[in-house]
């Protein structure tokens, strides 16, 4: 990891030299966008012969039917060892149990007398999720979008995931898509996956919205039918963690969060901000005695190229560094957690004190691991139940109400010029006198 030594800098003059030092890395690919809208196209044309072709020419697959059916998905229980299922069955409740409190009943509100306004939350009616396949099965991801997608109501809920080498995924794919509510799964992966369940074909369900992360052919798929109209749950890239780590972190634990973020990918990023060239160093020396040990330690090698250590000289200047980047996972290796979680602005997901590792929110502390990332965080939330609704406003007026606010309606709808807006009102308001209010 690179170190940056920022601890002589003025905190309002390093702002221009920040975006430098806290660029995500872009993978040359110029020819992405052309190779994914053609895939988008042969699937669109095409439909099942385009994704069988293209399952065998990526994922060296041949596969006859697309779809895996309802009693492969129930077998697979038998086919995932029970610490397994009971640690799927931990994170389930937890997982359910913090999206289920983000579910309120609409509260009416009477504006003026006469004048009630309110909030339904209604469920998209078919959901696509998509489910990473390719260098591990992330059955977790799953649970993150299927639990919300089942407490939203979704009626339809179509999931798609990259198959192995005989056509077939995961047990731990499918018993989880069993356990969550799928209603349909398909052994399909990459840029085809999102045109499927973008367009629909013979044997794929056209849906309304689609979730999920994936490499970058993915995310480009996702992009570019969300310019044709359909919604996507929000803009992804590589994952990434910031780790800011005081003079009481830990220096084995902060390598270990890092190296935790590293193994995703080699373009992910990850971020250490301390304050001491100490704790950067004994972080390092941690690095390199624990990354020998990871099976993914090679790509966790690769992904470290891409990442830095930034000194600094107080911690108001360590948050205003990590805000400016807004990272898709914060950790406050801190025994000041919970007080400078006050001066955090712009996260997807923040991890307080020693012992919560992002990991655990990956999978089993309940909150949710789909998350903003290339500093999307400024803007974006994460996945939550409300992903999978809509909210759709609702109002009634009695005649005494519109008698309360009518004269403003007319005057606003004269001044804009909008003649029809001011009789709608007006037509109405010549009858209230004669006639009874309900």
Same mark, same amino acid.
């Given at each position: 990891?690179?170190?940056?030594?920022?601890?002589?800098?003025?905190?309002?003059?390093?702002?221009?030299?920040?975006?430098?030092?806290?660029?995500?890395?872009?993978?040359?690919?110029?020819?992405?966008?052309?190779?994914?809208?053609?895939?988008?196209?042969?699937?669109?044309?095409?439909?099942?012969?385009?994704?069988?072709?293209?399952?065998?020419?990526?994922?060296?697959?041949?596969?006859?039917?697309?779809?895996?059916?309802?009693?492969?998905?129930?077998?697979?229980?038998?086919?995932?060892?029970?610490?397994?299922?009971?640690?799927?069955?931990?994170?389930?409740?937890?997982? *359910?149990?913090?999206?289920?409190?983000?579910?309120?009943?609409?509260?009416?509100?009477?504006?003026?007398?006469?004048?009630?306004?309110?909030?339904?939350?209604?469920?998209?009616?078919?959901?696509?999720?998509?489910?990473?396949?390719?260098?591990?099965?992330?059955?977790? *991801?799953?649970?993150?979008?299927?639990?919300?997608?089942?407490?939203?109501?979704?009626?339809?809920?179509?999931?798609?995931?990259?198959?192995?080498?005989?056509?077939?995924?995961?047990?731990?794919?499918?018993?989880?898509?069993?356990?969550?509510?799928?209603?349909?799964?398909? !052994?399909?992966?990459? !840029?085809?996956?999102?045109?499927?369940?973008?367009?629909?074909?013979?044997?794929?369900?056209?849906?309304?919205?689609?979730?999920?992360?994936?490499?970058?052919?993915?995310?480009?798929?996702?992009?570019?039918?969300?310019?044709?109209?359909?919604?996507?749950?929000?803009?992804?890239?590589?994952?990434?963690?910031?780790?800011?780590?005081?003079?009481?972190?830990?220096?084995?634990?902060?390598?270990?969060?890092?190296?935790?973020?590293?193994?995703?990918?080699?373009?992910?990023?990850?971020?250490?901000?301390?304050?001491?060239?100490?704790?950067?160093?004994?972080?390092?020396?941690?690095?390199?005695?624990?990354?020998?040990?990871?099976?993914?330690?090679?790509?966790?090698?690769?992904?470290?190229?891409?990442?830095? *250590?930034?000194?600094?000289?107080?911690?108001?200047?360590?948050?205003?560094?990590?805000?400016?980047?807004?990272?898709?996972?914060?950790?406050?290796?801190?025994?000041?957690?919970?007080?400078?979680?006050?001066?955090?602005?712009?996260?997807?997901?923040?991890?307080?004190?020693?012992?919560?590792?992002?990991?655990?929110?990956?999978?089993?502390?309940? *909150?949710?691991?789909?998350?903003?990332? !290339?500093?999307?965080?400024?803007?974006?939330?994460?996945?939550?139940?409300?992903?999978?609704?809509?909210?759709?406003?609702?109002?009634?007026?009695?005649?005494?109400?519109?008698?309360?606010?009518?004269?403003?309606?007319?005057?606003?709808?004269?001044?804009?010029?909008?003649?029809?807006?001011?009789?709608?009102?007006?037509?109405?308001?010549?009858?209230?006198?004669?006639?009874?209010?309900?």
């Amino acid at each position: 990891m690179e170190t940056i030594d920022l601890r002589n800098e003025r905190q309002g003059s390093a702002h221009t030299d920040w975006r430098r030092w806290l660029a995500r890395p872009v993978a040359e690919n110029p020819g992405l966008e052309r190779t994914v809208a053609s895939i988008l196209e042969q699937v669109r044309n095409r439909g099942d012969e385009a994704l069988r072709e293209y399952a065998l020419k990526f994922d060296k697959a041949q596969i006859q039917d697309l779809e895996i059916p309802l009693e492969q998905m129930q077998e697979a229980e038998g086919q995932v060892s029970a610490e397994l299922k009971e640690s799927i069955e931990m994170a389930m409740e937890n997982l *359910t149990g913090f999206h289920q409190q983000q579910a309120v009943e609409p509260e009416i509100l009477e504006t003026q007398p006469g004048v009630r306004c309110w909030r339904r939350n209604l469920p998209i009616e078919k959901v696509g999720l998509y489910i990473p396949g390719g260098t591990a099965p992330l059955f977790s *991801t799953l649970l993150m979008l299927g639990i919300p997608a089942r407490l939203a109501g979704c009626g339809e809920i179509v999931a798609c995931s990259p198959p192995d080498t005989r056509g077939q995924l995961h047990p731990a794919i499918r018993y989880t898509a069993f356990r969550v509510g799928v209603t349909r799964l398909f !052994a399909i992966g990459g !840029a085809q996956a999102i045109g499927a369940m973008a367009y629909g074909t013979e044997s794929v369900p056209r849906v309304l919205k689609i979730f999920g992360p994936g490499n970058p052919y993915v995310q480009c798929a996702k992009q570019l039918v969300q310019r044709e109209g359909l919604s996507i749950d929000l803009p992804a890239g590589p994952s990434e963690v910031a780790v800011y780590a005081d003079a009481s972190a830990h220096p084995a634990f902060v390598a270990a969060d890092l190296l935790a973020q590293a193994e995703h990918g080699v373009d992910s990023q990850v971020m250490l901000v301390c304050l001491s060239p100490a704790m950067s160093e004994a972080v390092q020396k941690e690095i390199a005695v624990q990354v020998d040990r990871l099976p993914r330690g090679q790509i966790a090698l690769r992904a470290l190229q891409n990442s830095r *250590t930034m000194l600094v000289e107080s911690e108001e200047m360590a948050l205003a560094i990590i805000n400016a980047y807004a990272p898709e996972h914060l950790i406050l290796a801190s025994d000041q957690a919970d007080r400078l979680s006050l001066l955090v602005s712009n996260a997807g997901s923040v991890f307080l004190g020693h012992y919560s590792p992002e990991s655990a929110g990956d999978y089993a502390t309940g *909150t949710n691991h789909v998350l903003p990332t !290339a500093g999307f965080a400024r803007s974006f939330s994460g996945v939550s139940v409300d992903s999978f609704v809509k909210k759709v406003s609702f109002q009634h007026l009695t005649r005494a109400g519109l008698a309360k606010i009518g004269h403003a309606v007319e005057t606003m709808a004269e001044a804009e010029g909008l003649k029809g807006h001011a009789r709608a009102v007006s037509i109405r308001l010549s009858t209230v006198q004669s006639t009874p209010d309900s």
